[in-house]
Structure formats: C-alpha cells, structure tokens
T-cell receptor
Framework: TQLLEQSPQFLSIQEGENLTVYCNSS?????LQWYRQEPGEGPVLLVT?????EVKKLKRLTFQFGDARKDSSLHITAAQPGDTGLYLC???????????FGTGTRLQVFP | DAMVIQNPRYQVTQFGKPVTLSCSQT?????MYWYQQKSSQAPKLLFH???????NEADTPDNFQSRRPNTSFCFLDIRSPGLGDAAMYLC????????????????FGPGTRLTVL
C-alpha cells in the first residue's frame, strides 16, 4: 500500500515567519501535486512536480521533488494570513489513474 | 469560469433517506472521481470512472453507488445515509488520469457538504 506522510500535521505561526512542510513516502511516484484547501471549498492545485530534483517557485512558495521521486517539500517564505489552509500533497502512481493523498498539514498564520 | 460544478453545495438529509449528489464538468475530461472528506482529513477516494469504465475502491461501502450517464455528468447516490456518512463530498476530473506515468492534473469541484440528521 502506498502511503504519503506529511509533517507537521498542524502549524501555527505569526505573519512573516518562514515554514517548511514535508511529504514523505517509501514509494516512487511519477509526479507529485500540491494542493491548498480552504474551509468549505475543494482543493486548489498549486503545482505539479515531475522530475526528480525539480524545484518550482510560485511567488513565496518553493516546491521541491526529491531526487528519487519519493518525497517533496513545500517552503513558504514570509507567511501571510492568506496562506492559511489545509495543504495536501498527492502522488501519482504509475499503475493506476488515482492520486495517493498525503495526511495533510493544517497551517494557521496569525496577523 | 467554473470547470467542475457540484450541486447542491449543502445537502441535509435524514438518516436512511436516499440522497443524490451531482457533479458536472465543462472540461470534457475522460476521468471523473468521487472523494469523501471528513474534517481536516485528506480526501478518501470512493470510486472513479475512466470514460464509462467504473472503478470501485475495495473499501467503499455498498451504500455508495455512482452513475455517469455521459461525459459531462457524474452522480453519487447514497442509498441509506448513516450518521457516519456526514462529510464533504468532492468531485474531481482529469483529462486522462495519472496511470502509466501520465501527469494529468486533477481539478476539484467546490464540494457538497452533507449533513445527516
């Protein structure tokens, strides 16, 4: 069974702080997607990483895919209250049409 | 422009009373997914359609059924809702899925929050 563990599970920080969320597995994925979900809404795609070692930046968010394509990280610089939400990583498997979702990280950024 | 539409956004039903949730898409994607999400947890896949081919997850209760009458629409039927079925139900689509190394994105709808009284 493929599993994706995210850490930390919960994170409460002050505006302006930096943070990193980790997404780890023992399985290899063909790609990995990061989503942010706000209360009462569906997940919204932030980025897809495909190549081992790939780094993508989206304004203050930096995403990295591990060299072996088993893990990923999301780094937020100078967090803002608008970054508050549930962050989900999701790995794409070679053998099925479905995503394996991580356990989620709930981020709260206080003004 | 809305791409994955779910109706209704909020649904209240009584214990044991059948309920149907609706999803439509304007993307002409081949794959449609139904997920169940409980508070602050990751979405849990119930089943998905690749075109007309239905794929049920092994741990999806028989109480949950799905129909896909055409490319654009997919329905989730809960035959006898229990209190434990109260959750957010998310519909998602992707063009061709993620198998065999494809990297298609899944696009999610806004969800339907189901309350069971």
């Amino acid at each position: 069974t493929q599993l994706l563990e995210q850490s930390p599970q919960f994170l409460s920080i002050q505006e302006g702080e930096n943070l990193t969320v980790y997404c780890n597995s023992s399985s290899v994925f063909s790609s990995l997607q990061w989503y942010r979900q706000e209360p009462g809404e569906g997940p919204v795609l932030l980025v897809t990483v495909v190549t081992g070692g790939e780094v993508k930046k989206l304004k203050r968010l930096t995403f990295q895919f591990g060299d072996a394509r088993k893990d990923s990280s999301l780094h937020i610089t100078a967090a803002q209250p608008g970054d508050t939400g549930l962050y989900l990583c999701a790995g794409a498997s070679y053998n099925t049409d479905k995503l394996i979702f991580g356990t989620g990280t709930r981020l709260q950024v206080f003004p | 422009d809305a791409m994955v539409i779910q109706n209704p956004r909020y649904q209240v039903t009584q214990f044991g009373k059948p309920v149907t949730l609706s999803c439509s898409q304007t993307l002409n994607h081949n794959v449609m997914y139904w997920y169940q999400q409980k508070s602050s947890q990751a979405p849990k896949l119930l089943f998905h359609y690749y075109d007309k081919d239905f794929n049920n997850e092994a741990d999806t209760p028989d109480n949950f059924q799905s129909r896909r009458p055409n490319t654009s629409f997919c329905f989730l039927d809960i035959r006898s809702p229990g209190l434990g079925d109260a959750a957010m139900y998310l519909c998602a689509t992707s063009r061709d899925g993620t198998g065999q190394g494809r990297t298609d994105t899944q696009y999610f709808g806004p969800g339907t929050r189901l309350t069971v009284l």
